[in-house]
């Protein structure tokens, strides 16, 4: 595959990605804001018949509980689900990358941990926070579809290009070696850790490996162009 292969390849995937995002934020939206709306109803029938019979005043409290909770929610995303911040030695300079997390730890997020460490009382208060949790997530995913869009094509497929032809970890000193026209290496890197199967390794040094699901599908891609 020539550059212009990779070019083509990842556009065409890029699309796809942004499609199946797409699906999920929706689902993911709709399915947080109906949760949301039966928790509040579920609170308020608590409220009302435990504690106030007014119904305005009730309303009052449910909102001020819930949207409490989804504040908090939002104030927990960027230390869950945020970019995670990492130094690398490129010769003498040291340049500072943040790295998207991949999707998997979003809907880990969202939908909750299976961990069965945890005790009932953090069970109970996740799945009280569900709703707050899928509406932050599908918030945070939608802002990812933006990014998407706006990918540097050219730039992302040179980086890919350079990894899959090691075929192994390719250390973030290699890559900028071989891009010593990129002035703006920690966007670009930045902008790769947001396609699916690209997967950065980050102990001791920050390397970058490709998912054995996107070599097989490079290597698809490869064979389709070679028959045409």
Not at 170 to 196: G, H, N
């Amino acid at each position: 595959m020539n550059k212009e292969d990779y070019r083509q390849w990842l556009a065409k995937r890029v699309i796809t990605q942004t499609r199946l995002a797409t699906v999920a934020v929706t689902i993911m939206g709709l399915g947080g804001a109906g949760a949301f709306m039966m928790e509040a109803f579920l609170v308020r029938w608590i409220i009302t018949t435990g504690f106030i019979s007014n119904g305005f005043l009730s309303w009052m409290i449910t909102l001020g509980i819930l949207g409490t909770v989804l504040f908090v929610t939002w104030l927990r995303v960027p230390g869950n689900i945020g970019d995670k911040q990492h130094t690398a030695d490129i010769g003498e300079t040291q340049l500072t990358l943040h790295v998207a997390p991949a999707m998997g730890a979003v809907w880990t997020f969202a939908l909750g941990s299976i961990d069965s460490d945890q005790t009932w009382v953090e069970r109970l208060l996740g799945l009280l926070a569900l709703p707050q949790r899928m509406l932050c997530a599908a918030w945070y995913v939608f802002h990812r579809i933006q990014q998407l869009k706006e990918l540097n094509i050219p730039g992302c497929a040179h980086v890919i290009r350079i990894v899959s032809r090691k075929a192994e970890r390719v250390e973030v000193s290699e890559i900028a070696e071989k891009r010593k026209e990129d002035d703006d290496l920690p966007k670009t890197l930045r902008e790769v850790s947001l396609i699916d199967g690209v997967v950065f390794l980050t102990r001791k040094t920050v390397g970058i490996s490709l998912a054995p699901r996107l070599v097989d599908e490079l290597n698809g891609w490869n064979s389709g162009s070679a028959d045409e």
